[in-house]
């Protein structure tokens, strides 16, 4: 299974915080290059939390088409809560940054795909390197639960993470190896806790990539998720009334999930990931 993946990958967290706890099998960094390499990369970016297992599904695709694909890990995320809660903002774009700037070292052409919060990364990115192709897939520029600034201001009050249920969801279908061994730790470090800091950090990072959508410059494509319950309909506004540069365009997949890389509906994943793949074959 994915015989064209592999872990041996450079420390793309350097300069970042360093993890005390160790990384788990499915966050592991990983790349996918071809024996005769391809003269175009993509960089793949996970969300809040996220972590590369996760983005398998878009790699593969991506690599059947002929690309070399590469998905960092964000400092804190797929090792434990404890880590996590020391890490910010800076140390999830630093991390993605580092990854970019080796894969542009070695390839002609680069193009970046990003995940929810790691569509925010994508668009930092982007505007940063100029990067000329792009796709976001249920990017946070709107996220549900930031809409009442009341939370916001509940956010700030808060010390200590707070306890929230989580449950596993067999329905989801990963797609790395052994998947979804580390389903059970990941859901106990990560999604049973609401981190006050970290949510903030996302916060000011969601509010970061706004400023950044009108000099945005590339080709970029939005791909909304139909059954989203974490980011709302808001980031179609936001992404089709201001002005950029280059050619954009805003699709939606009604039958995905937010998680439409591993979509519980094989139709809406298929669907997905072929507007991924396109987008960047254009």
């Not at 015989?3 to 420390?11: A, K, Q």
């Not at 297992?53 to 002929?66: C, S, W």
């Not at 990941?186 to 400023?211: H, T, V």
């Amino acid at each position: 299974m994915h015989l064209h993946i592999s872990y041996e990958v450079p420390d793309w967290n350097q300069g970042c915080y360093r993890d005390k706890a160790p990384v788990l099998s499915a966050a592991r960094p990983w790349q996918m290059v071809h024996p005769d390499k391809s003269d175009i990369a993509v960089v793949l970016c996970t969300g809040y939390g996220g972590y590369p297992g996760e983005m398998v599904r878009p790699g593969d695709d991506l690599f059947d088409r002929g690309y070399d694909v590469f998905c960092p890990r964000e400092p804190g995320c797929g090792t434990s809560g404890a880590d996590f809660q020391q890490t910010g903002r800076a140390d999830w774009y630093r991390s993605a940054e580092n990854c970019y700037r080796f894969v542009r070292s070695r390839y002609q052409i680069v193009y970046l795909v990003g995940h929810s919060m790691g569509g925010l990364t994508a668009i930092k990115l982007a505007h940063r390197f100029h990067v000329s192709r792009l796709v976001l897939l249920a990017p946070a520029l709107d996220v549900l639960a930031f809409e009442d600034p009341r939370f916001i201001g509940q956010l700030k009050g808060m010390e200590h993470p707070v306890r929230v249920q989580w449950h596993s969801d067999p329905s989801y279908r990963l797609h790395y190896e052994n998947a979804p061994c580390d389903d059970a730790k990941l859901g106990e470090e990560y999604f049973s806790w609401l981190y006050p800091r970290q949510m903030l950090e996302m916060y000011a990072y969601q509010q970061e990539a706004i400023s950044l959508l009108p000099s945005l410059p590339g080709n970029t494509r939005l791909v909304a998720s139909g059954k989203d319950v974490l980011v709302g309909p808001g980031c179609r506004d936001l992404f089709l009334e201001k002005k950029r540069l280059g050619y954009n365009e805003y699709v939606e997949v009604k039958g995905a999930t937010h998680f439409s890389m591993y979509d519980p509906d094989p139709k809406a994943e298929d669907e997905a990931m072929a507007y991924v793949v396109s987008w960047l074959d254009a």
